[in-house]
């Protein structure tokens, strides 16, 4: 079945860091990809999107990269922000289900 | 524009208790999906429906658990009888046909069994 993995946290940055958190996923055919973010006390919010191989979503500063011969999607950001800590979900939508399936997430923490 | 809304937003019941939890989606949104929090497991789906009818419940985790969508604005997860290890944050999306499923979240119900 689909699955995606990302990388254990927690991400410890000071501010202005590069950020990069790692995603591969399990799917067949050509799903789309997800990011969504969790701030605390709320619920996900779709931080970028790409639905074919090779394109780039962005959103807030924030980028990914649909990589289908690495299978990834790795979340970017060139310099973090105190307001960026949060948990990071990388999600696919497999071709044909039209329900998402999640990665474990990944909490990421700017400290000032 | 109002988003997903969810009540209530906190619960704490006895085990044993029946407990139902309520979701109004986005709307015109034609989808609509239920979702548990925990950090033991993460997010998982429990149930979604298309257009109010079920169409994947595979992760309703037993029967104790049942979900019903009478209309295209409202929603219900029920849990009868509720144990401890129900306890987590279930949370409400929906989303609308064409959009490649951008899913919009609710706030979450967090729900402690004692």
């Known amino acids: 079945g689909d699955s995606v993995t990302q990388m254990e946290g927690p991400v410890t940055l000071s501010e202005e860091a590069f950020l990069t958190i790692n995603c591969t996923y399990t799917?067949?055919?050509?799903?789309?990809l997800f990011w969504y973010v969790q701030y605390p006390g709320e619920g996900l919010q779709l931080l970028l999107k790409?639905?074919?191989?090779?394109d780039k979503g962005s959103n807030k500063g924030f980028e990914a990269t649909y990589r289908k011969e690495t299978t990834s999607f790795h979340l970017e950001k060139g310099s973090v922000q105190v307001s960026d800590s949060a948990v990071y979900f990388c999600?696919?939508?497999?071709?044909?289900?039209?329900?998402?399936?999640f990665g474990s997430g990944t909490r990421l923490q700017v400290q000032p | 524009d109002a988003g997903v809304i969810q009540s209530p937003r906190h619960e704490v019941t006895e085990m044993g208790q029946e407990v139902t939890l309520r979701c109004k989606p986005i709307?015109?949104?034609?989808?609509l999906f239920w979702y548990r929090q925990t950090m033991m497991r993460g997010l998982e789906l429990l149930i979604y429906?298309?257009?109010?009818?079920?169409?994947?419940d595979s992760g309703m985790p037993e029967d104790r658990f049942s979900a019903k969508m009478p209309n295209a604005s409202f929603s219900t997860l029920k849990i009868q009888p509720s144990e401890p290890r129900d306890s987590a944050v279930y949370f409400c999306?929906?989303?609308?046909?064409?959009?490649?499923?951008?899913?919009?979240f609710g706030p979450g119900t967090r729900l402690t069994v004692t």
């Open positions: 999306a929906s989303s609308f046909k064409g959009t490649f499923d951008e899913q919009y």
């Open positions: 799917a067949t055919g050509y799903p789309s």
């Open positions: 790409a639905t074919k191989a090779d």
């Open positions: 999600a696919l939508s497999g071709t044909g289900r039209r329900a998402l399936t």
């Open positions: 709307s015109g949104h034609n989808s």
């Open positions: 429906f298309n257009n109010n009818v079920p169409i994947d």
